[in-house]
C-alpha cells in the first residue's frame, strides 16, 4: 500500500505546523520586545552609564533648600513626587542613620555603608566636601575624589556619586545617586514583558496546533481501548491531512481486516459444525439401517426364509457401497478444497472426455428412457487441466442431470470456445431448480429434491465436488435454471491453471 504521507501538501503536515508555530512564536516575543524597548525609549530617554556631572550636586541642593524652609519634610514623598521620572536611582543616607530611597533604587549595602562611614567622620566628610572655588555654603561642586590621607582615601574610593545635604552650613546627610545600564534599567520590564509574550504564544500554539492533535489522538487511544477490548467495530476520526490522520485512517484500516477476519473465522467455524453435523447425519442413516437388518438377521428367532435373507443382504450390501461413496466423497473435496490434491496438468481432448462419461451413464440413461448427447465445436478441442479431475466433475454432473431427467427427456453435453476460455456446458429437459435453491445447490449436503422430480439419492456432494475442481483449475461454475430444465457452465481458461 503507498504511503499516506506522499503528496500532502507541506502546510498539513503536522511537524511543519509545529516548526512554523515556533518561529511565528520566537518571531512574537522578539517583535512585543523590541516594541516594549522603543516605547521605553520614548518615554525615559536612553539610559547612560554614569549620571551627567552634578546630577548629584543638584539633587542636593534641592534636597537643603527644601529641608531648609520644612525642617520636618517628608522626604520619601518629596523624592518620589521630584524624581519619578528620573533615570538613575536616588538615596538619601542621613546623619541619624535613616535611609530615604526612590521606589526601585537598586543601592547596594555596600554603598550605604561608605555614606555611613563617612558621615560618621566629620574631618573627612569637611575635607572631601569643602566648596570649590569659595562658592557659596550649599553650593559644593560634589565629591571632591580622593581625599588626603590614605584612611581616607580608601574610604572614598569607587565611582558612585555623592553630594552633601547642608542645611545652615552643616552636612545632615549625603546624596547617593547609583549609576544604571541599560540592562539594569530595562531588564524587569523586558523580562516580564517576554515572558507574557511567551506565555499567550505558548497557549494560542497549544489552542490552535496542538488542541485538536490532542483530541484526535484522544479519540485514538479511544478506539484503540475498544478494540483490545474485542469491539471491533470501534473507528478512530479521520479528519485532517496530518500525521495523526494518517495514522487514525492506517488503524481504521487495520481494525477493519481484523473484523474480517474474525467474521471469517467465525464463519468458517460455523460451516465446520455444520459440516460436521451434516457428515454425521450423512454417515448416520446408512449405518443405522446397516445395523437394523444385521441385528435382525442375528436374532435366533427371526424367522426369515432364505429370499428375505437374500433381500437383507443385498440391502446392507447397497448401504456400505453408499457409506464408501459417501466417505470417498468427503475425502475427495477435503483434498481439492484444502489443496493437497495435486493437479496433473496436460492438454486433454474434451471429445476423449464427454465419450467416457457418456460411456459410462450410457445403460443408466438407456434404463430411464433419457436420451444422452455430446458435442465439441471448432477451437475448443483441447481444454488444459486434469484429466481425471475434470472427468470426476462431469460424470457428478451427468449423474446427477440424469436422476432428475423424466424419461422421454435430453441430456446434452455442449463445449465451444467463448473469448479464450473453454465453456463446457451439461444441460437437461427436467423439471428445474427452484430460484430459491439455486444460491445453495454447491454447499456440502444440499439438496434440492423437493423442487425437482425423483427421489432422495446421491450423497450430497457431487456439485460441491463439481465446484471445487474448476476452482481448481481457475475457472467458475455457474447454474441456470427454469422449469424447462437446468444448465451447468462451467468456464476453463485455456492457459496453465495454478495445480
Avoid at 557659596?136 to 575624589?145: A, I, K, L
Avoid at 475498544?226 to 467495530?233: D, E, I, K, N, S
Wanted: aromatic fraction near 4%; proline fraction near 5%; include cysteine.
Amino acid at each position: 500500500m503507498p504511503d499516506a504521507g506522499v503528496g500532502r501538501r507541506w502546510y498539513r503536515s503536522l511537524y511543519w505546523r509545529i516548526a512554523v508555530g515556533f518561529v511565528l512564536t520566537v518571531a512574537a516575543v522578539v517583535a512585543v520586545q523590541a516594541f516594549v524597548v522603543l516605547w521605553l525609549l520614548s518615554q525615559e530617554g536612553p539610559p547612560a552609564g554614569p549620571p551627567p556631572p552634578g546630577f548629584a550636586r543638584l539633587v542636593a541642593q534641592d534636597l537643603s533648600r527644601a529641608l531648609a524652609s520644612t525642617p520636618d519634610l517628608d522626604l520619601g514623598q518629596f523624592i518620589r513626587e521630584e524624581y519619578e521620572r528620573r533615570l538613575f536611582p536616588i538615596a538619601v543616607v542621613l546623619r541619624d542613620g535613616r535611609v530615604v530611597a526612590q521606589d526601585g533604587a537598586g543601592v547596594s549595602a555596600e554603598i550605604i555603608d561608605r555614606a555611613r562611614a563617612l558621615l560618621s567622620r566629620p574631618e573627612d566628610l569637611a575635607g572631601a566636601f569643602a566648596p570649590r572655588g569659595g562658592g557659596p555654603p550649599g553650593s559644593d561642586r560634589g565629591f571632591r575624589g580622593r581625599g588626603r590621607g590614605r584612611g581616607r582615601g580608601t574610604l572614598l574610593a569607587g565611582t558612585t556619586p555623592f553630594a552633601a545635604i547642608r542645611v545652615q552650613d552643616r552636612i545632615i546627610g549625603l546624596v547617593v545617586v547609583v549609576p544604571q545600564t541599560l540592562a539594569e534599567r530595562l531588564g524587569p520590564t523586558l523580562a516580564a514583558t517576554g515572558a507574557a509574550a511567551l506565555a499567550a504564544a505558548t497557549a494560542l500554539m497549544v489552542l490552535v496546533i496542538f488542541g485538536p492533535v490532542r483530541r484526535r489522538l484522544s479519540d485514538l487511544e479511544r478506539a484503540t481501548s475498544a478494540v483490545g477490548q474485542g469491539q471491533l467495530t470501534a473507528r478512530a476520526r479521520e479528519d485532517g491531512g496530518d500525521e495523526v490522520a494518517d495514522l487514525a485512517r492506517a488503524f481504521n484500516r487495520m481494525t477493519a481486516d481484523l473484523a474480517a477476519r474474525a467474521h471469517e473465522a467465525a464463519e468458517s467455524d460455523r460451516a465446520k459444525r455444520g459440516l460436521l453435523a451434516d457428515v454425521s447425519h450423512e454417515l448416520m442413516t446408512p449405518l443405522t439401517s446397516m445395523r437394523g437388518y444385521l441385528d435382525t438377521m442375528a436374532m435366533p428367532s427371526a424367522a426369515a426364509d432364505r429370499e428375505t435373507r437374500e433381500r437383507y443382504v443385498r440391502i446392507v450390501s447397497d448401504e456400505t457401497r453408499r457409506l464408501e461413496h459417501l466417505v470417498g466423497d468427503l475425502l475427495d473435496l477435503s483434498r481439492l478444497e484444502a489443496g493437497g490434491a495435486t493437479l496433473d496438468m496436460q492438454d486433454v481432448s474434451v471429445e476423449g472426455l464427454f465419450g467416457a462419461v457418456a460411456a459410462r451413464h450410457e445403460l443408466a440413461a438407456t434404463g430411464s428412457g433419457v436420451r444422452l448427447s455430446h458435442a465439441v465445436e471448432p477451437g475448443a478441442e483441447i481444454v488444459r487441466g486434469d484429466a481425471r479431475r475434470l472427468e470426476q466433475a462431469l460424470q457428478n454432473l451427468v449423474a446427477n442431470a440424469l436422476r432428475h431427467t423424466p424419461a422421454g427427456g435430453t441430456v446434452s453435453l455442449r463445449c465451444r470456445l467463448d473469448g479464450g476460455q473453454i465453456v463446457v456446458t451439461v444441460q437437461d429437459t427436467g423439471q428445474g431448480i427452484a430460484p430459491e435453491h439455486v444460491p445453495n445447490i454447491f454447499d456440502r449436503f444440499y439438496k434440492v429434491d423437493a423442487s425437482r422430480a425423483g427421489s432422495a439419492t446421491g450423497s450430497g456432494l457431487g456439485l460441491s465436488i463439481v465446484k471445487a475442481v474448476v476452482d481448481r483449475h481457475g475457472g467458475t461454475v455457474a447454474v441456470f435454471s427454469s422449469p424447462g430444465g437446468t444448465t451447468f457452465e462451467l468456464r476453463l481458461p485455456t492457459g496453465e491453471a495454478p495445480v
